[in-house]
């Protein structure tokens, strides 16, 4: 199966600042992949698609970029409600498979 | 709207069985692939099986293959997960997922998790 590691496990930011966060595959995805966004006691919410590509109501402040085995999802300026858990998600081959998270925490 | 409610979780004995359910309303559910996605307490996401929009594809997970079997009835708006041969390991919350992504001006029917439920706890203890 397709592994995903993301980096860092954990981002402490101030609001205001920017976050770039990393998801690296084990072998290429193409731009089969997604991040989704996930707050305590909730569902996760998709945010990108296919690498690059917002879902609707995503603010612009959320972007994603890269192909192949290495992806960056970038967040321009905090807001405080960005603090959360931040996953991908590949969807290039069987079984369906999710990086193991990074946490963005109010520093 | 669109509305995924699961529900059936609860406490089960390791080796016993449980079935989930999810009912779907706000879209036309005959029409979409579904997903099970768990989470076990203060984890990760782990895709668990998906069925086509039709029921004539299946695909699971390693983990649960040949204990869990996922199904759907379209006259009814549901999906189920049967869950047999139960393990520690399979607690987790248990979401089921409208397979798709929305970009406002088209819905791409692929892998990926558009709308998803609340999610139902499932917990596996003796």
């Known amino acids: 199966e397709i592994v995903l590691t993301q980096s860092p496990a954990t981002l402490s930011l101030s609001p205001g600042e920017g976050a770039t966060l990393s998801c690296r595959a084990s072998?290429?995805?193409?731009?089969?992949l997604a991040w989704y966004q996930q707050k305590p006691g909730q569902a996760p919410r998709l945010l990108i698609y296919?690498?690059?590509n917002r879902a609707t109501g995503i603010p612009a402040r959320f972007s994603g970029s890269g192909s192949g085995t290495d992806f960056t999802l970038t967040i321009s300026s905090l807001e405080p409600e960005d603090f959360a858990v931040y996953y991908c998600?590949?969807?290039?081959?069987?079984?369906?498979?999710f990086g193991g998270g990074t946490k963005v925490e109010i520093k | 709207q669109v509305q995924l409610v699961e529900s059936g979780g609860g406490v089960v004995q390791p080796g016993r069985s449980l079935r989930l359910s999810c009912a779907a309303s706000g879209f036309t559910f005959s029409k979409y692939g579904m997903h099970w996605v768990r989470q076990a307490p203060g984890k990760g996401l782990d895709w668990v099986a998906v069925i086509s929009y039709d029921g004539s594809d299946k695909y699971y997970a390693d983990s649960v293959k040949g204990r869990f079997t996922i199904s759907r009835d379209n006259s009814k708006n549901t999906l189920f997960l049967q869950m047999n041969s139960l393990r520690v390991e399979d607690t987790a919350v248990y979401y089921c997922?409208?397979?798709?992504?929305?970009?406002?001006?088209?819905?791409?029917?692929?892998?990926?998790?558009?709308?998803w439920g609340q999610g139902t706890l499932v917990t596996v203890s003796s």
């Open positions: 296919d690498a690059s």
């Open positions: 072998q290429s995805v193409t731009r089969f």
């Open positions: 998600q590949q969807r290039s081959k069987w079984p369906l498979t």
């Open positions: 997922a409208i397979e798709g992504a929305d970009s406002g001006d088209y819905y791409l029917a692929a892998e990926y998790f558009q709308y």
